[in-house]
């Protein structure tokens, strides 16, 4: 589990492709104080295991389904990448819960500078829209965001100066393909309140209406 906010920004060192798979070479400083092999990493909000590191580098695969559900086809050697280490049991929810495992990608059609902030418009499918809501939490490319607008196949944020400085988005352009992950929360419930009738969970839509949800 992660918070959605970035630890520090990485490089693509190095990768080696398979037939359906990828193998990151990360160069990191600070996550890699406590990291250990076997641990997850949120890899521009892709949650990747670590396979080997050390003091300067670490080692991730990313599999054929993660490729198909994520840009990470699209990254190079020298690609700057969000960071962050899983959050631990005492630490603090500074951004939303986030899973690391994305949904789907987005388009970036605008970016537009709003005195210190910057706008952020991105397209995206269907799909992933219906969970989207004004004001609610959603994870580009591993950062914690709120959202600002939405709109039939888009929505937009509004990152504040200390985002921009700490996490990949200063360097996106119009058309950059971005990884989106949900609000986990709001899929949960959906699902509660979809359950097929003859289940005997007692979760109902007045139930969560009653109980102020």
Not at 15 to 36: F, P, W, Y
Not at 117 to 133: D, F, G, L, N, R
Request: proline share 1%; aromatic share 4%.
């Amino acid at each position: 589990m992660f918070t959605g906010i970035v630890e520090e920004v990485g490089t693509i060192l190095s990768m080696q492709k398979g037939t359906s798979s990828i193998k990151l070479n990360i160069s990191a400083n600070k996550i890699l104080e406590d990291l250990k092999i076997g641990d997850s990493v949120s890899v521009n909000g892709i949650c990747l295991t670590v396979t080997t590191l050390n003091d300067k580098v670490f080692t991730a695969d990313a599999m054929h389904e993660t490729l198909n559900k994520t840009s990470l086809s699209t990254i190079k050697k020298g690609s700057k990448i969000n960071l962050e280490r899983a959050m631990p049991i005492s630490g603090r929810i500074g951004g939303h819960i986030v899973l690391g495992h994305v949904d789907g990608t987005g388009i970036i059609t605008k970016i537009e500078k709003d005195n210190i902030a910057i706008w952020y418009t991105i397209k995206t499918e269907p799909s992933i829209m219906k969970y989207i809501v004004d004001k609610g939490s959603v994870a580009i490319d591993g950062i914690s965001l709120t959202i600002a607008k939405v709109s039939i196949d888009n929505f937009s944020i509004s990152a504040i100066p200390h985002t921009l400085e700490n996490t990949t988005l200063l360097s996106k352009s119009v058309n950059d393909i971005v990884n989106i992950e949900n609000d986990c929360i709001g899929k949960y419930i959906e699902k509660l309140l979809f359950i097929d009738k003859e289940n005997s969970s007692k979760i109902t839509r007045e139930f969560l209406l009653k109980n102020g949800y």
